[in-house]
């Protein structure tokens, strides 16, 4: 199976060819297996990963090696597995921020994590976009006001864009009470002009090559306002307050 004209019945057959070499490979040790990403979302495209999440009892140096094992396995593993193996231990520490993506456009494929963590609060949903827009505003500044060859070191931001997309569902739900999965749903949401800017330039990534080499600076600019007026919007949010309290 090539990436090039991939069906979502062939991502589907790989997903139950995986799960079930995982409940051989860990029997009862395995509690929990999902989908997400783009695929999951039905919004894929032929460089798209498979992602999944996967979740044990207990992690060890042979587990990994048996985990490994079944991940080459695979059909085309090397171009199609991605995702996130952790213990149940690792999970209940895991920043709760980051524990959004097991609650919104995950696809559970097996068990359940009853009892072992919580839903997100809105603290946690604030400080994921927080932790987001931070991280991309010291990317983006980093890149402005340090030499770099911008035509080159412009296209090491997909996923800084991508994570923007991620803030903006979060967004949406606290001011909304909405989960908005795709990036064509969500534009025609989104109000400001910068918030789709960021999606747009998320969603057509690829075809954007030859636009991003010619004016590196209007996609590091947009990177670098968009993710320091998100954090102004932030502060300015009802539920800021509660998050610093906490």
């Known amino acids: ?87 149940v231990p690792e999970l209940r520490v895991w920043p709760r921020f980051d524990l959004i993506q097991f609650f919104y456009g995950c696809k559970t494929l097996y068990g359940n994590l009853d009892g072992i963590i919580q839903k997100p609060t809105t603290a946690d949903l604030i400080e994921s976009i927080r932790v987001i827009a931070s991280v991309n505003l010291h990317y983006a500044r980093h890149y402005l006001l340090y030499p770099h060859k911008l035509s080159k070191v412009v296209h090491n931001l997909q996923y800084p864009f991508k994570t923007c997309f991620y803030a903006l569902q979060v967004w949406i739900l606290l001011k909304a009470n909405k989960y908005v999965e795709k990036k064509g749903e969500i534009l025609k949401t989104l109000k400001g002009a910068d918030d789709k800017r960021v999606v747009l330039v998320a969603r057509d990534w690829k075809k954007l090559e030859a636009d991003r080499t010619k004016r590196p600076l209007w996609y590091i600019n947009l990177l670098e306002r968009w993710s320091r007026n998100m954090l102004l919007r932030l502060k300015t949010y009802g539920g800021y307050g509660e998050h610093k309290r906490r």
């Open 1 to 87: 199976m090539g990436r090039a004209g991939l069906k979502k019945s062939e991502v589907n057959q790989w997903l139950a060819d995986f799960l079930k070499r995982l409940r051989k490979g860990f029997g009862k040790r395995l509690i929990f297996v999902a989908h997400q990403g783009s695929w999951a979302r039905g919004e894929a495209t032929p460089e798209s990963d498979i992602d999944t999440l996967v979740i044990l009892d207990r992690i060890d140096s042979h587990t990994l090696d048996v985990f490994r094992g079944i991940i080459s396995s695979m059909p085309k593993a090397k171009n199609r597995a991605s995702g996130m193996l952790l213990s």
